[in-house]
């Protein structure tokens, strides 16, 4: 089975993808440990 193309991705998600790295790249973004991440969502639910 070859998922690729059974389940292309959308145009957009290309154009996304590119936008988050320019935003990393330029320190915009705060990367956490997904240890860390789990911790805040779920404070912000609670």
């Given at each position: 089975m070859d998922t690729e193309t059974e389940y292309p991705s959308p145009?957009?998600?290309g154009t996304e993808?590119?936008?988050t790295?320019?935003?990393?790249l330029a320190g915009q973004?705060?990367?956490l440990d997904w240890q860390e991440a789990?911790?805040?969502l779920r404070?912000?639910?609670e």
């Open positions: 145009a957009w998600h993808l590119k936008q790295e320019q935003e990393f973004i705060e990367v789990k911790k805040e404070s912000r639910f």
